[in-house]
């Protein structure tokens, strides 16, 4: 049970076993638990972009290079918990409280950009200045740093570098929270790279090594 971010409702979290079965164990039983956000999904498409004359949703790319990261992180062994893996919506503060419920050490949410000139370009990562003690061992910042550094080492597209702003996602978790935005689908070339397998397992990469690199320091908020 926890007081949803909104400080409105009460969160019951109902776990179900079948017989036989300790798959429905709690998340967070054997280990740490980070959470990767695909932004937007169902209803909300977020921002749109047009490559070779054929209409993109930015809900699409996000969940594609958000199970990418899972998919990395799982292969190192981390437990990974996905706010939707679908076409669903949960709204940003359900995001922000399923991290919470899950007592999850890391949250990640995964964004692609726009603008009004078709010339803005890169990649850049946010944290919420109102997130970003050090009581569980890590601060927003630094996983911020991190993963703007690793995702230096791989994509050679513009690093916009590590900023602040107050998402509801990051301002809202309880853990160390970082937003990041891959590119622009308002230019065209960004665009098209962005739609490619290979930059999406590099940029997968970049975001899962940053993770990586400071997971041990990370600790439940909530012992």
Known sequence: ?????????????????AEGDDSTSPVNGGGKVVVIDAGHGGTDPGASGVFEGKAYKEKDINLSVALKVRDILEENNVRVLMT???????????????????????????HSNSATTDTAS???????????????????????????S?????????????????????RSSIM??????????????????MLTDEFQNQF?????????????KANPPRE
């Open 84 to 110: 939707r893996e679908g076409d669903t919506y949960p709204t940003l503060t359900e995001r922000a409280d399923f991290a919470n419920i899950n007592n999850a050490v890391i949250f990640t949410s995964i």
């Open 1 to 17: 049970v926890t007081l949803a971010s909104d400080k409105k409702a009460i969160l019951i979290k109902v776990v179900s076993k």
């Open 150 to 170: 690793k995702l230096k080492d791989n994509i050679n597209t513009r690093n916009r570098g590590v900023k602040t702003a107050d998402h509801v996602v990051t």
């Open 176 to 193: 160390p929270a970082v937003l990041v935005e891959i590119g622009f689908m308002s230019n065209h070339e960004e665009m098209g790279l």
């Open 122 to 148: 890169g990649y850049e990562v946010y944290y919420s200045l109102l997130n970003n003690n050090e009581t569980t061992g890590l601060s927003s910042k630094e996983l911020a740093g991190q993963i703007i």
């Open 204 to 216: 997968a990469k970049g975001i899962a090594d940053g993770i990586l690199a400071v997971i041990e």
